[in-house]
């Protein structure tokens, strides 16, 4: 019989070589526990004995449950062939159930940069059909469109999307920020004018009918002043061809007329700042009674 085959070897028992530490895993925090590379369970928040293999077995994977913030500077331009730099905010955290969490540690390679990447990508299309204007005006609804498509991307990997704000937005170029400044002051200016003018016209407007308010309420005034003296003169001539008998009304309103003239002249006379030229004669007076008679005449015949 030979040695090899009177000599059998008896391995010993098979032990597992584990180590024992005490961890203490913060609040809102998981430690991912893989054997050989594959995954094998969570290791929760809480103090306590933790048993693991210490050769077979990893637990230094640790994902945070807290509200996390990726900042994103992108450029991109306008449909007005503007360039700006768009800064945006995105706040997320990972769910915390299981399956969740297994798939925000092992389905994406590298999560930050790929939410990046959709954020880019969904900014950049909106920003490219809005004009410099717009993209002022409407910075929430690019904000709500990043988020809606990126809330839809990484839902199924276990990100929940909390918000997306743009934080900042200015023109790459400073002279467009100075040329908006200017179109808005000649804007202002405009519209400045345009108000001044309708209130210039409002006021000529307005002084035109109280202009024609004055001087039909004068025309008023001069009739009703005229009529009074016809009516004043019908009175005195009635009167005085009642008191003198075979005086004609010719003969009283050249009376009447010799009589207003003296009061004319004597105004003028009681007034140093007025100067006017009259024949004065007794034949004058004479010749303005004839000229006013003949008017009276003239009227008549062309009633």
């Not at 798939?103 to 990508?121: C, G």
């Not at 002022?136 to 990043?146: H, N, R």
């Not at 900042?168 to 400045?192: A, G, Q």
Request: some cysteine; charged content about 25%.
């Amino acid at each position: 019989m030979s040695l090899q085959n009177s000599f059998v070897y008896t391995p010993p028992p098979k032990a597992d070589i584990c180590c024992c530490l005490i961890l203490s895993i913060p609040q809102e925090t998981a430690i991912v526990k893989t054997r050989f590379g594959k995954y094998v369970g969570l290791v929760r928040p809480g103090g306590g004995i933790k048993v693991f293999n210490c050769f077979f077995e990893d637990v230094s994977r640790l994902l945070s449950l807290k509200l996390q913030q990726l900042d994103i500077k992108m450029n991109a331009k306008t449909i007005d062939d503007a360039f700006m730099n768009v800064e945006i905010r995105i706040q997320y955290w990972i769910r915390p159930t299981n399956d969740m969490i297994y798939k925000a540690a092992f389905t994406l390679s590298d999560p930050r940069r790929q939410i990046e990447a959709y954020v880019l990508d969904v900014a950049r299309s909106a920003i490219t059909k809005l004009t410099v204007k717009q993209v002022y005006e409407e910075k929430d609804v690019i904000a709500s469109q990043v988020k809606e498509s990126l809330t839809h991307v990484m839902n199924d990997f276990g990100f929940n999307i909390v918000a997306t704000p743009i934080t900042n937005v200015s023109p790459e170029d400073p002279r467009i920020v100075t040329s908006m400044d200017s179109i808005t002051r000649f804007r202002r200016e405009l519209e400045s004018a345009r108000a001044k003018n309708e209130q210039h016209k409002l006021e000529v407007v307005k002084k035109a009918e109280a202009e024609m308010k004055t001087m039909e309420l004068q025309g008023e005034g001069v009739s009703l002043q005229r009529q009074a003296i016809v009516d004043g003169l019908r009175e005195s001539v009635a009167s005085f061809q009642s008191d003198i008998q075979g005086v004609s009304s010719k003969d009283v309103l050249e009376l009447i007329l010799v009589t207003q003239y003296f009061d004319m002249m004597k105004d003028i006379g009681a007034s140093s700042n007025n100067t006017m030229f009259v024949q004065h004669s007794p034949g004058a007076v004479a010749q303005i009674g004839q000229e006013i008679r003949d008017g009276f005449e003239r009227a008549n015949l062309k009633n």
